[in-house]
């Protein structure tokens, strides 16, 4: 009897709780999307591209290690290995000229770097519901958003309490920012004529007056 209430009780928190939330899903980067890497800032912004093989031999690859959130990348050439660390490196470029950097060792998009550098991680999670006795599952498209100021070393959420703590040190920049932007999920509105973040335009303009 004990028992029954027991599980009665757990299925009835489950259904005011409503949602849990588990494993999220990452779509993987092909290796064979790999160009080459960005092994700093600096290189990045000089358009310095290191390209570790030429892929033009049997073997020849660059493997991002995905799987278990490896920390490194492998790259092969004429079945000599050398090893680079994701958290050591600034980016990666693929073949269709969009570049990720790899953020907690998730590749996340260089959306924007206008003036912020904007990161996007584009994926799903698993919403599941009780329906009663019955468990049901559904993927749920989610993005994340980060930010990098200045030397760009370090990565922030990108949250209107980090902007203020630590991009926004300029103070007109600093008021006209908080009185266009009064939520976080109002800072990765795009605009829809440029393309671009609005934040990053916003900015932009103030600093171009």
Same mark, same amino acid.
Request: charge should be positive.
């Given at each position: ?39 700093? !800032? ?5 358009? =310095?591209? #290191?390209?570790?093989?030429? +892929? %033009? ?57 206008? !003036? ?5 991680? =584009?994926? #799903?999670?698993?919403?599941? +519901? %009780? ?36 991009a926004l040190t300029d103070t007109i920049i600093h008021k006209t920012v908080c009185d266009k932007f009064t939520?976080d999920e109002m800072l990765s509105e795009i605009n829809s004529n440029t393309g671009r ?13």
């Amino acid at each position: 009897m004990k028992t029954h209430i027991k599980i009665i009780t757990i299925v009835m928190l489950l259904s005011l709780t409503g949602q849990l939330f588990a494993q999220q899903h990452q779509k993987e980067i092909k290796n064979s999307e790999v160009e080459g890497l960005y092994l700093t !800032y600096s290189d990045f912004k000089q358009g =310095k591209l #290191t390209i570790p093989t030429d +892929k %033009q031999h049997k073997g020849d690859i660059i493997k991002l290690k995905q799987f278990f959130i490896s920390p490194d990348i492998i790259s092969i050439e004429q079945d000599k290995e050398t090893v680079f660390y994701k958290d050591s490196i600034f980016a990666i470029r693929l073949t269709n000229g969009e570049n990720y950097r790899f953020i907690n060792r998730t590749p996340c998009l260089v959306a924007d770097t206008s !003036y912020l550098y904007i990161y996007t991680n =584009k994926t #799903t999670k698993t919403e599941y +519901k %009780q329906s009663g006795p019955t468990r049901r599952s559904k993927e749920v498209p989610v993005t994340y958003y980060y930010f990098s100021v200045a030397n760009h070393q370090v990565v922030f959420m990108l949250t209107l309490s980090n902007l203020r703590k630590y991009a926004l040190t300029d103070t007109i920049i600093h008021k006209t920012v908080c009185d266009k932007f009064t939520t976080d999920e109002m800072l990765s509105e795009i605009n829809s004529n440029t393309g671009r973040f609005v934040l990053t335009e916003t900015i932009v303009s103030v600093l171009n007056k």
